[in-house]
């Protein structure tokens, strides 16, 4: 039995390791990206653990002795879910670690953008000290916080929100309010949270989300409405955002996922001094960490010793090749 790290930017792999010998498999690190590059690194495992790798089919027609798939992270934008489907390979992520770091990071974002933390704290070190430069600032209980998409991270950020007194409303074509869910947000239509929404954190996966945030939505917000992506890039029309935010029709955004990452210092979007970018940091704190690479390690061996995974994404029927 052999486990192939195809990819990872982490500083080294001592968690997977010592799991692994635990469990008397064989692992291996590669830094292998491309289709290429995995198909010719990345031959005779039973299981590949990706963080970037391309898993394409031309990929698995290649790697006749893969039957296990599993993401570093909740995305599977990477990974030909239909093709692995096919080929009898089963697909897995880790979709619950991180959970509050991406919620606490989004509420980072919308406080710093609302208090105007950054404008002021570049303000005030030019020898400035006058806070009238940051009026208006309001109160947050009489500012309504949206929510587009309520799963995991979603309700937590939705929690935390209404906690610190925001009004929060929320949209998820697959959310069902209960008795518990109701004590911090009020399940309303899209076009309630893009029109009534002072800041407005998108916490939905990209399939069936492209361009979910374009021209014509950026129009129905309010001119002040902060927008935050801690999901995916191209969730947002970079290029609609670009426009709305040139023409002030929405106050500001923040954003830690973005299309084509690393993204080019020369962006566009880069210009605009009611703009916040991270890179793609929100998941991260150092527990999360440990904790993904000890549950991608943990699916594997799982997987291995023939018992049920936790965190399937596909369903193969009849027998993994």
């Given at each position: 039995m052999k486990v192939i790290i195809t990819d990872c930017d982490h500083e080294n792999i001592n968690i997977e390791k010592e799991i692994f010998d635990r469990a008397g498999i064989c692992v291996e690190l590669k830094q292998a990206i491309t289709e290429d590059e995995v198909i010719e690194q990345c031959q005779g495992a039973d299981v590949f653990?990706?963080?970037?790798?391309?898993i394409t089919e031309k990929v698995m027609d290649h790697c006749p002795q893969l039957k296990y798939v599993v993401r570093y992270g909740v995305g599977l934008d990477t990974i030909d879910i239909p093709a692995a489907t096919k080929h009898g390979i089963l697909v897995g992520n880790v979709p619950d670690y991180g959970m509050n770091e991406v919620a606490d990071h989004a509420i980072a974002l919308s406080l710093s953008m609302l208090r105007k933390i950054v404008e002021m704290n570049e303000y005030t070190k030019e020898e400035k000290w006058?806070?009238?430069k940051a009026i208006p600032v309001h109160r947050f209980s009489q500012l309504t916080c949206g929510?587009?998409?309520?799963?995991?991270i979603g309700r937590n950020f939705a929690k935390k929100m209404n906690a610190l007194g925001f009004y929060v409303i929320g949209?998820?074509?697959?959310?069902?309010?209960?008795?518990?869910?109701?004590l911090y947000v009020k399940s309303v239509p899209f076009e309630d949270v893009v029109q009534q929404s002072d800041i407005i954190s998108i916490h939905c996966p990209a399939d069936g989300n492209m361009n979910l945030f374009n021209e014509k939505v950026?129009?129905?917000?309010?001119?002040?409405a902060i927008l935050i992506n801690v999901a995916r890039g191209g969730i947002i029309n970079e290029n609609d955002l670009e426009k709305a935010l040139s023409d002030h029709q929405i106050g500001g955004a923040c954003l830690d996922c973005m299309l084509g990452e690393p993204v080019d210092k020369d962006s566009p979007l880069f210009k605009f001094d009611n703009v916040i970018v991270t890179p793609h940091m929100a998941w991260y704190s150092e527990e999360a960490s440990q904790e993904l690479k000890r549950k991608v390690a943990e699916e594997s061996v799982r997987f291995l010793r023939g018992e049920p995974i936790h965190y399937p994404a596909n369903k193969v029927i009849g027998v993994i090749r």
């Amino acid at each position: 039995m052999k486990v192939i790290i195809t990819d990872c930017d982490h500083e080294n792999i001592n968690i997977e390791k010592e799991i692994f010998d635990r469990a008397g498999i064989c692992v291996e690190l590669k830094q292998a990206i491309t289709e290429d590059e995995v198909i010719e690194q990345c031959q005779g495992a039973d299981v590949f653990i990706v963080q970037y790798a391309k898993i394409t089919e031309k990929v698995m027609d290649h790697c006749p002795q893969l039957k296990y798939v599993v993401r570093y992270g909740v995305g599977l934008d990477t990974i030909d879910i239909p093709a692995a489907t096919k080929h009898g390979i089963l697909v897995g992520n880790v979709p619950d670690y991180g959970m509050n770091e991406v919620a606490d990071h989004a509420i980072a974002l919308s406080l710093s953008m609302l208090r105007k933390i950054v404008e002021m704290n570049e303000y005030t070190k030019e020898e400035k000290w006058d806070y009238t430069k940051a009026i208006p600032v309001h109160r947050f209980s009489q500012l309504t916080c949206g929510v587009v998409g309520l799963g995991r991270i979603g309700r937590n950020f939705a929690k935390k929100m209404n906690a610190l007194g925001f009004y929060v409303i929320g949209y998820d074509p697959y959310f069902k309010p209960d008795e518990e869910t109701d004590l911090y947000v009020k399940s309303v239509p899209f076009e309630d949270v893009v029109q009534q929404s002072d800041i407005i954190s998108i916490h939905c996966p990209a399939d069936g989300n492209m361009n979910l945030f374009n021209e014509k939505v950026f129009k129905k917000m309010k001119d002040t409405a902060i927008l935050i992506n801690v999901a995916r890039g191209g969730i947002i029309n970079e290029n609609d955002l670009e426009k709305a935010l040139s023409d002030h029709q929405i106050g500001g955004a923040c954003l830690d996922c973005m299309l084509g990452e690393p993204v080019d210092k020369d962006s566009p979007l880069f210009k605009f001094d009611n703009v916040i970018v991270t890179p793609h940091m929100a998941w991260y704190s150092e527990e999360a960490s440990q904790e993904l690479k000890r549950k991608v390690a943990e699916e594997s061996v799982r997987f291995l010793r023939g018992e049920p995974i936790h965190y399937p994404a596909n369903k193969v029927i009849g027998v993994i090749r």
